[in-house]
């Protein structure tokens, strides 16, 4: 376990062997969260690396047909159920 110590502004080094474990870059952004009195840091993960990282889904799916009257959408507004003032 490492300790670390809190400065008079209230910042801490994250220690060099934490952010290797956690793939830390300078100015990446980390969560931080408390659970039974413990700190938990969890990096942010930019959303484009997502991409890709489920292979084998297929990505063809077909358009809803568009036009004036698509399914739903000539349908004339729903009566409201609640009587008229």
């Given at each position: 376990m490492t300790t670390v110590s809190v400065s008079p502004k209230f910042q801490v080094v994250i220690p060099k062997d934490v952010?290797?474990?956690?793939?830390?870059?300078?100015?990446q952004r980390v969560d931080i969260r408390v659970v039974g009195g413990q700190a938990i840091l969890e990096p942010q993960v930019d959303i484009r690396s997502l991409r890709g990282f489920l292979p084998g889904?297929?990505?063809?799916?077909p358009n809803d047909p568009e036009g004036v009257?698509?399914?739903g959408g000539c349908d004339p507004a729903p009566e409201p159920f609640w009587p008229a003032p």
């Open positions: 952010r290797r474990a956690l793939n830390l870059q300078a100015g889904i297929s990505t063809d799916v009257c698509w399914p």
